[in-house]
Nanobody, 122 residues
Framework: QVQLVESGGGLVTTGGSLRLSCVSS????????MSWYRQAPGKQRELVAQ???????NYADSVKGRFTISRTSTKNTVYLQMNSLNVEDTAVYYC????????????????WGQGTQVTVSS
């Protein structure tokens, strides 16, 4: 069974930095896409950053220029470097992996981690 485990969250002051990690286990194949989502108190879960293939990336407007997503080329591990953090970044951050496998992409997968808390204090 595939599992995604996030780590690296914690408490930080405004302007500080954190590096989140997401490590997978139980997968026999390289994930097509890996992404970071977040959900702040009282708000809907939103896409923060996405990594597709080996080099394609996509970021939410609110984090462009501050966050950087990266992942290993040989393992299903993804990172999120977060700089210049502010209180609006406070949320639970979730790792996601999705894609297709099999003949004619006959099987779709979509896995989620349990989340890691990021709290930014002013």
């Amino acid at each position: 069974q595939v599992q995604l485990v996030e780590s690296g969250g914690g408490l930080v002051t405004t302007g500080g930095s954190l590096r989140l990690s997401c490590v997978s286990s139980g997968s026999r194949f390289l994930f097509d896409e890996m992404s970071w989502y977040r959900q702040a108190p009282g708000k809907q879960r939103e896409l923060v950053a996405q990594s597709s293939g080996r080099s394609l990336t996509n970021y939410a407007d609110s984090v462009k220029g501050r966050f950087t997503i990266s992942r290993t080329s040989t393992k299903n591990t993804v990172y999120l470097q977060m700089n210049s953090l502010n209180v609006e970044d406070t949320a639970v951050y979730y790792c996601n992996a999705r894609g297709t496998i099999g003949s004619r992409s006959s099987y779709e997968y979509n896995y989620w981690g349990q989340g890691t808390q990021v709290t930014v204090s002013s």
